[in-house]
């Protein structure tokens, strides 16, 4: 069975019982660290459904495990305990060489700080996940350029990040984060780092690209613009998710 067919081979056989379904379902997360033989209690029995191409907003104050939860859902880090599972995927059970791959095909990630590699073009970057995936470089270019023209960077192809304004570098970002279509974007910070007029544009961007591609954005944010635009806020506090009233900066 190939790696893509594993974390496929739970899935009901019912199409409307998985569109019913949440396409995240996450229960009874718990994530613990040790600090000089001191237990750091971050996340205590988190429990959270994301559906399908549904805007969900986290937010909280500093410190309290935004971006770790965020690193979990996203199968950057494992949780201590608990279940986190996308649709038909248990992300427990995957071997690391299944869930690189998992996370590679179906989640997408958007920094604050845009982690593109320095001494690549926007092109390059942005064909980087086609390339892993195994998608060939004549398509992986054409997926590339495709979605760099969406975020309008069609004339920006062959600039070095070095050589784009902040904003330039965040779209390109986006283009990167979309560009095999996963199901899942996962945002932290994306505007954190901008002015606030290009941050309205890469808000209005990722918006836009939710729409037209159908995937579930889950936005960690102190940007209170930000997360008053999502379908649902949620707020992370002492360990847990609660329904957030009166959305304001963090």
Do not use: C
Not at 83 to 98: K, P, Q, W
Not at 108 to 132: C, K, R, S, W, Y
């Amino acid at each position: 069975m190939s790696e893509r067919s594993a974390w496929h081979a739970a899935a009901p056989a019912d199409a409307a019982a998985r569109s019913a379904a949440p396409l995240v379902y996450v229960d009874a997360l718990v994530k613990h660290y040790t600090d000089a033989g001191r237990v750091v209690r971050v996340l205590e029995g988190v429990h959270l459904e994301v559906q399908r191409a549904e805007k969900l907003a986290i937010v909280g104050e500093s410190g309290v495990g935004k971006s770790t939860l965020l690193h979990i859902l996203g199968a950057l880090d494992r949780p201590t305990s608990g279940v986190v599972r996308y649709e038909d995927a248990d992300l427990d059970s995957l071997s690391a060489r299944a869930l690189a791959a998992f996370r590679n095909r179906e989640i997408g990630f958007i920094f604050q700080f845009h982690h593109l590699m320095a001494d690549m073009t926007a092109e390059e970057n942005v064909m980087m996940p086609a390339l892993i995936a195994g998608l060939g470089w004549d398509r992986a270019r054409r997926e590339a350029r495709d979605i760099l023209a969406r975020v309008g960077l069609s004339d920006r192809l062959e600039h070095k990040p070095g050589e784009l304004s902040g904003g330039e570098q965040q779209r390109v970002s986006v283009a990167r984060a979309v560009v095999l279509s996963p199901r899942v974007l996962l945002a932290d910070e994306p505007t954190g780092n901008l002015d606030p007029g290009t941050g309205e544009e890469v808000q209005r961007l990722i918006i836009e690209l939710n729409g037209e591609r159908g995937v579930a954005l889950v936005v960690v944010t102190h940007n209170p613009r930000l997360a008053a635009a999502m379908d649902r806020v949620m707020r992370l506090h002492d360990g847990r998710l609660e329904t957030a009233v009166g959305v304001t900066s963090a």
